[in-house]
């Protein structure tokens, strides 16, 4: 085994999207991805690209957007180290529905569309897993549409606190690592009016603002706010 594919197995074992499978599948695997690194703010693909293969991010972070006719930015999620994204159009051969930029210095895992495909063929074993594991992603974009359709600003910002909450294992003290206007552009708004959802939730006695870090001083009431009661 070559130093970059006993890497990538490796690193691949530690993520959950392929941690349950036997040391020969991620061999197998391995050696039909491709390692690619990127700076920060360079584009991975745009909106209607032919969908050539996913993603696995091994370090770094990026964001997937859509813009709207008239430039605002929409971010539909954000993927850190042992994240995976893009899997639809990998599999079904479409176009990509959303645009993908990173956010700093990013390395990427790709897995190509053909190749891929052909593994799985041959080893249905990885198909099986993966089913659970995108179904699992359908469920977060659900969450994505029902958050920005139902919910108005401050419940959308009380349920990306507590998602942010729950990933640090359920801490009460987050610290947030993106910017304003990304964090605006994730739960669907305005820098402007992000600032007045956080100082309503603030008034609430919700949380505890200091620069980026913020502090849940209400998990229930907080949870009301976004709607998980």
């Given at each position: 085994?070559?130093?970059d ?6 690193f ?8 349950d499978?036997e ?7 391995a ?65 990509f ?61 009380a ?13 009460d ?36 603002r200091?620069?980026?870090e ?16």
């Amino acid at each position: 085994m070559t130093k970059d594919k006993g890497q990538i197995t490796n690193f691949l074992k530690t993520t959950r999207l392929f941690r349950d499978l036997e040391a020969e599948q991620l061999e197998a695997i391995a050696s039909v991805v491709r390692l690619q690194q990127y700076d920060k703010g360079k584009m991975l693909f745009w909106q209607g690209d032919r969908g050539t293969g996913f993603f696995l991010v091994r370090s770094g972070k990026v964001k997937v957007f859509q813009l709207s006719g008239g430039g605002k930015e929409q971010i539909l999620g954000l993927f850190e180290a042992g994240e995976y994204f893009a899997e639809v159009p990998a599999l079904d051969g479409g176009c990509f529905p959303a645009s993908a930029a990173t956010l700093e210095k990013t390395e990427i895992v790709f897995f190509p569309r053909e190749a891929f495909l052909k593994l799985l063929e041959n080893q249905p074993a990885i198909a099986i897993n993966l089913l659970s594991a995108f179904a699992r992603h359908l469920r977060q974009f659900a969450k994505i549409i029902e958050n920005l359709s139902l919910r108005e600003v401050p419940g959308r910002l009380a349920a990306y606190l507590l998602d942010r909450s729950i990933s640090e294992n359920n801490s009460d003290i987050i610290t947030l690592d993106i910017s304003k206007g990304q964090l605006a552009a994730f739960v669907g708004t305005i820098p402007e009016t992000l600032s007045r959802s956080f100082n309503k939730l603030v008034q609430e006695d919700l949380i505890l603002r200091e620069g980026n870090e913020i502090k849940i001083r209400d998990r229930a009431s907080l949870k009301q706010r976004a709607g998980r009661v």
